[in-house]
Structures are given as structure tokens and as C-alpha cells.
């Protein structure tokens, strides 16, 4: 493990009593939902006059609805107000749930069983915009990863451990479910203990006036994701995802009993399949990413959901079988397919959403986290409503199988991830470094702290290939716009791809005034906005590998736009297919892996930059020996 391993976290008191916390709190809201949808499906006729469908639809959309109407009030509180204290009054509140619970599950009352699933909805919505909001507040920036990571992995283990006992606890022969009950109360007790135990974290926006308009504030928290293009569309990606999950997950015991002929033990060993494999993309992503916000693994995570989740259709059988149980399922033709394509959907999907929580997390200010989450947690209920609604439309109307309706959802998933990327092209410029970084070269980064986490800021650098652009912004985690050389900007095949990284041109004045002048505008534009501006102040690629003299560019920029310069030293990157060593035929990688290193030194402030400070730095940063 590394000195920066996510389990680390599981030790530390800033976090541990926070991951007790939810993923009891996850385990016991799919204990009750579960034994009582057991209990729906063996008692409901004895019981009360609605039938079967018609009970779990009903349950389905009261647990549902509260994150429709409250999402937008309880994220304003987990801004307002100092959030461990909030979390220990939620614990209690599940507490007096559970008791209400006891006495529905006593009396046989389904009207109150019902409205203890609205309440726990209810419940599940003032703790949702906590639980993510809080968790820049108490991880390090390098932990936020690992951090989403484990959050996500506790939650699925947790709903999938609720999803087993409930329905078993809710079997167990007695006078009433007095099993489902006392484990209720049990679990809810030891989350509001670990509650306890959470440290005090800080309120974000204390002067915020709360909005008791539940409706006008939630128009209010959409249209501030509308003004922030990156972060509403991870929302998206993020809602799609339950979208896509909620379409398997939901259909996995239709199809273990009515396509595959099985029991309720190889419909959990299905269930923990998917669960399985999310919980191993979510705790491999901070492997993957070095432990920072690699969105480049978002799109590997929607290609994978794509290709498995068609996988599934060819996989499935084509009519009813009657395995009875798991190892009547393994004598099935394509059952490896079928484990393997279950597996993999979560890992890819482990992929998928945990960079996009991060993402959310970092590019959102502190004093509207909390309120962004709950937008968050809006869409997600809408988009699981839609999923429900098509798989009805599409199983009832139009009669199609389980196994179409899993193809039909992953072909939808190429459409809306053309969408996402097209709109966000960062997302897919991250994955094609990533993967090129990956497949060809092997990475040494120094110095990446430097980089200021917020503000405008000049990153400058030593120019040796036509990818150095494509190299710094995979590096760093801020999202970064380049000036480039026009006729590099132009290079064949690669055009396409810096365009997308919202790189532009530039020229010298006599090359081409009218770029030029365009160029300086758009750097004005970054710094005023507060970004980061990516320059190369020799002003093209070596063609020997050593340094060219620094131009006098950014020093006029920064008198005009006072902002730190980190100078940035580029190394061993002489020599490969993409410098400008070799021509034509010659111009081919000669070893993959090709160790590179990436020092990144400390901001030179901005009254002190001048041309020859950064070249200076440059060179010494980058040494004889690169």
C-alpha cells in the first residue's frame, strides 16, 4: 500500500466514525425496505385489499418522493449549520423511526409500515447532502478519492448485506416480524453511537437565510448547476448511473426467478455479483488515479458499462430455464459470461461515479456544497423514476424480455456519454492521456502541491514535444487551458484533441497579428476568471532537446494580470515518437513505459517574474541530467 492508502482512513477518527455511521445507516434502510417487501409479496393478500405490484410501486414511490420536496430545504441546513450535530439529531430520528416500525410490524398496520418508509426516505434525504458535503471538509485533498471511494464501497456492501438479511429475518417463523424489528432498532442504535463519535465539522455558509420554499429552492439549486457547465453535467453522469443501475439492479430478481428459473439464494449471489464489482472499481480508482481526481477514468467507466452490459444481453439465454439454484446456474452454457458481465458492469461503474463525486466535490465552492448535492440527489431520484418507468413501458407494452431491456439501457449509455464528453470535452481529453500515459509512458511527478489550489496562475514550461499540453494536463488536477504555437496547434491528427482540451493559438506579431492579438485576449480572459494558463515561453519544440531562450510573453502578461508563475521542467520526454528527434518513419516509440519526469517547481510571485527568473528556474528545475 501506499503511504496515501484509502484504508488508512478506516484508522483515522476524522473518518471512521463517519463511515460506521452511513453505511449502518444504508444497511438498515434496506433491511426494513426488504422485509417488508417480503412480507408484501407471502402477506399482503391477508393483510389489505391493494394487490402485490401495486404495494411495492406504492413503497417504491414514497421512499422516493421525499428526495423530490426536501432534497433543496436539507441541503441549505447542511451549509448553514455544524454538520456532526446534525448527523447524531438524524440518528436519533432513525431511532424514533424504528420504534414507530416495531409497532407497525406488532399491530400488522400497513398504513404506518408505509409511512415508516416515507419517513425513512425522509431521513436518507437531510443525510444525503451531508454525507458528501462533508467530505472535503475532512479529507486532504489527495484523500478525497479514497475517500469517495470507500463511502461508495460501504454503501453498496451495506444495501447489499440489507437486501440478503431482510427478506431472510422477515421469513423467520414468529407471531410477527419481531426479527426485521429488533434488527432495526438494533442497527439504528449503533449508528446514532458512532455518530458520537464524528468530530465537530464546521458550517460553510453560517449566514445563509434558509428558504423554507421547497419548491422555489429547488428551482434555485437547479439553475445554479445550469451556470456551472462541469459540475451539472457530472450530475448527470452521476443521475445516468443510478439510471443504469437502478435499470439492472432493480430487474435482477425478475430475471433470477422468471428467466432463469432460480431461487432467492442465487438471486443474492446475483445481487452481491454487482455489488462485488462496484465495490472493487471504487476502492481501485485511487489506485488508478495516483491519488488525485482522474476524470480520465469516467469515460473508461462508461465504455465499460456499455460493453458488458451488451455482454449481458448475448450471455443471457434466450428462454426460460429452471436452475432451481446456484449450482444448477453453473451448468448453464454462458454462466461465466453472465458472472463475469455482472462483475464487471460494477467495476466499471465503481469507475464511472466515483471521480464524478470527487469532481463535484472539488470544483464546488464550500458555501454551496452541500446545496449542490442535494441538486444532486433531485436528478438522481428523477432519473430512477424515468428508469422504473421504462423498464415498465418496455417489459409491459411493448413486451420485451429482461435481457433486450439490459441492451436497449447500454446502448442508451453510448448516446448519453457521446453527450456528456461532447459538452465536456475535458472528460474525454483526460481519458486519452490517461490512457496514453498508461500504455506508453511511465510518470514521475514532483512538486504538484505547488500548484495553487484556487486563483489565477501561469504554469510555464520547457517545450520538448508535440503532447507536452496533453502530458501537463493530465498531470494536473485543475483544469488548465494552453497557449500554444499556431502550426503546432495545427499538427495533423492532433488538432481535434487540443481543441478539445480548450487549447488555442498563438503567433509572434509578425508571424500573424491578428492571433496574436486574439490569443492575449483569451489569456486575459482565463486569468481574470480565475484559472490556470498553461504557456510555453520558448515558443516552439526543441529540435535538439535542450532549452530555447524564454520570450518576453508572460512577463508583459503578468504586469498586466498580476498572478504567480510556476515554472514546470519537463524531462526525458527528448527522443520519443513525439519530439522532434526523428522524421516520418522514424518517428516510432522505441520501449513502452518510457519513464518521464515532471518537476514542478514553487510559484514565483508575480512582482518578481521576469523572463529570465522563469528560464532560470526552468533550467535549474530540469537539472543536466534530463
Not at 433543496?72 to 446534525?86: I, P
Not at 414507530?100 to 404506518?112: H, I, N, Q, R
Request: proline share 5%; aromatic share 12%; with cysteine.
Amino acid at each position: 500500500m501506499s503511504d496515501h492508502s484509502q484504508f488508512k482512513l478506516l484508522g483515522r477518527r476524522r473518518f471512521a466514525p463517519f463511515f460506521i455511521t452511513q453505511s449502518l445507516g444504508a444497511f438498515n434502510d434496506n433491511i426494513f425496505k426488504n422485509g417488508l417487501a417480503a412480507l408484501i409479496v407471502f402477506r399482503s393478500a391477508e393483510l389489505i385489499s391493494l394487490n402485490t405490484d401495486q404495494l411495492v410501486n406504492l413503497s417504491a414511490m414514497l421512499f422516493i418522493l421525499p428526495f423530490f420536496l426536501f432534497s433543496a430545504l436539507f441541503g441549505q441546513f447542511a451549509d448553514k449549520f455544524e454538520k456532526s450535530r446534525q448527523i447524531r439529531l438524524i440518528k436519533l430520528f432513525e431511532i424514533i423511526i424504528m420504534v414507530l416500525a416495531t409497532v407497525g410490524f406488532y399491530y400488522d398496520s400497513w398504513p404506518l409500515l408505509l409511512g415508516v418508509l416515507f419517513l425513512l426516505g425522509f431521513q436518507s434525504t437531510t443525510f444525503g447532502p451531508i454525507k458528501y458535503g462533508m467530505l472535503p471538509q475532512i479529507l486532504h485533498p489527495k484523500e478525497l478519492v479514497g475517500g469517495n471511494a470507500l463511502t461508495e464501497t460501504g454503501t453498496f456492501v451495506a444495501i447489499l448485506a440489507g437486501t440478503i438479511l431482510g427478506p431472510q429475518l422477515a421469513g423467520v417463523e414468529a407471531d410477527w416480524p419481531v426479527w426485521v424489528a429488533a434488527a432495526c432498532l438494533l442497527v439504528a442504535v449503533a449508528g446514532w453511537l458512532a455518530s458520537r463519535a464524528i468530530p465537530m465539522i464546521p458550517a460553510t455558509a453560517p449566514e445563509l437565510k434558509i428558504n423554507w420554499n421547497i419548491f422555489t429552492e429547488s428551482v434555485r439549486n437547479l439553475a445554479y448547476l445550469r451556470q456551472h457547465r462541469v459540475v451539472l453535467n457530472s450530475v448527470l453522469g452521476i443521475s445516468w448511473f443510478w439510471f443504469f443501475g437502478a435499470t439492472f439492479l432493480v430487474q435482477i430478481p425478475s430475471y433470477t426467478y422468471n428467466l432463469l428459473g432460480g431461487d432467492k439464494n442465487l438471486m443474492s449471489f446475483l445481487l452481491g455479483l454487482f455489488i462485488i464489482g462496484i465495490s472493487v472499481g471504487s476502492l481501485l480508482c485511487e489506485r488508478l488515479s495516483r491519488n488525485k481526481i482522474e476524470i480520465g477514468l469516467v469515460p473508461l467507466g462508461s465504455l465499460g458499462l456499455t460493453i458488458f452490459g451488451i455482454d449481458l444481453y448475448f450471455a443471457s439465454p434466450e428462454t426460460v430455464q429452471q436452475v432451481v439454484n446456484i449450482s444448477g446456474f453453473f451448468a448453464l452454457e454462458h454462466s461465466g459470461r453472465i458472472v463475469f458481465d455482472l462483475i464487471m458492469i460494477g467495476v466499471f461503474g465503481g469507475f464511472y461515479t466515483v471521480p464524478l463525486y470527487a469532481l463535484i466535490q472539488q470544483r464546488t465552492p464550500a458555501e454551496f456544497r452541500s446545496r449542490v448535492i442535494a441538486g444532486n440527489n433531485i436528478i438522481n431520484a428523477l432519473l430512477m423514476v424515468l428508469s422504473a418507468a421504462m423498464a415498465m413501458i418496455l417489459l409491459g407494452n411493448m413486451g420485451f424480455s429482461i435481457p433486450e431491456l439490459f441492451l436497449v439501457t447500454a446502448v442508451l449509455n453510448i448516446l448519453v456519454g457521446a453527450y456528456i464528453f461532447t459538452v465536456v470535452p475535458e472528460f474525454f481529453m483526460r481519458f486519452v492521456v490517461w490512457m496514453m500515459m498508461k500504455s506508453i509512458y511511465r510518470i514521475k511527478v514532483v512538486g504538484l502541491e505547488n500548484i495553487p489550489e484556487e486563483g489565477g496562475v501561469i504554469v510555464a514550461s520547457n517545450h520538448v514535444s508535440f503532447i507536452d499540453p496533453l502530458l501537463l494536463g493530465g498531470i494536473i488536477t485543475r483544469p488548465l487551458r494552453y497557449a500554444m504555437y499556431y502550426k503546432i496547434y495545427e499538427f495533423p491528427g492532433l488538432r481535434w484533441l487540443f481543441k478539445a482540451a480548450k487549447a488555442f493559438p498563438i503567433a509572434s506579431k509578425k508571424e500573424d497579428p491578428e492571433i496574436l492579438s486574439a490569443a492575449y485576449r483569451r489569456m486575459h480572459e482565463i486569468l481574470d476568471e480565475g484559472e490556470v494558463l498553461g504557456i510555453f515561453p520558448e515558443g516552439l519544440i526543441t529540435y535538439d532537446g535542450s532549452i530555447n531562450p524564454f520570450r518576453k510573453g508572460v512577463e508583459k502578461l503578468v504586469r498586466e494580470n498580476p498572478v504567480p508563475v510556476v515554472p514546470v521542467a519537463i524531462c526525458n520526454l527528448w527522443g520519443s515518437m513525439f519530439s522532434r528527434k526523428d522524421k516520418g518513419l522514424k518517428r516510432r516509440p522505441r520501449k513502452f513505459w518510457q519513464k518521464i519526469e515532471v518537476i514542478i517547481g514553487t510559484p514565483i510571485p508575480a512582482d518578481e517574474v521576469t523572463s529570465e527568473r522563469i528560464e532560470a528556474e526552468v533550467r535549474k528545475l530540469r537539472g543536466d541530467a534530463c
